[in-house]
């Protein structure tokens, strides 16, 4: 089983990695900001929270988030292991997770933001199943169309330099303090830290991730 957690600003490559991750692994991922807009098109009670809330570039309340997450890990399909990208966000989805659950390994994706800015401008997104690509660094096989299902892709409506922003002062706020505590988790328990430069390109940071897996797996 193996358990792992993508930590990283918006734009440092996680949903990439995570996806890769889980072909090699053959362990599905789970996108927070997927299950978000999954529960705008099927729960109209929380629609405009959820919208309002991801158009402004700020993050949902932990209690909303924590509930639906909790309820996805429990179906069957995650109970050999996933990779979680997007959650948690801060120390308090943290410690709700450690409660529930044994994270085994934390990557944890290093960026400066002014490349952070250029990286998500030009991001596409499958919205169905939550795949990413990138015009330049990630480009789909077809122009515009998901690799898979030959679907068109879209840009993310907070995907621009305004929202960039906000998302990376909330990073900075809730997410940079959720690293120095996950440093301290590593002390008390069994968790792997890894922390990567991830300027480098996809594959090279993939590969290093999976020998840092692997080698503890042996």
Known sequence: MIRIIMLGAPGSGKGTQAQLLSKYFLIPFISAGEI???????????????????NKGKLVKNSFIIQLIKKKIKKKKYC?????????????????????????YIIYLKIKHDSIINRIQGRLIHEPSGRTYHKIFNPPKQKNKDDITGE??????DDNKK???????EYEKYTKPLIKWFRKEIKKNKIKLLEINSNKSITDINKKIIHYINNFKK
Do not use: V
Request: glycine share 4%; no cysteine.
């Open 36 to 54: 978000l807009r999954q529960e705008i098109k099927k729960n109209d009670k929380t629609k405009n929270y959820i919208q309002n809330t991801i």
């Open 80 to 104: 050999n292991g996933f990779i979680l990208d997007g959650f948690p966000r801060t120390i308090e989805q943290a410690e709700s997770l450690k409660k529930n659950i044994n994270i085994q």
């Open 163 to 169: 929202i960039i922003l906000t998302r990376l002062k």
């Open 152 to 157: 068109l892709l879209h840009k993310r409506k």
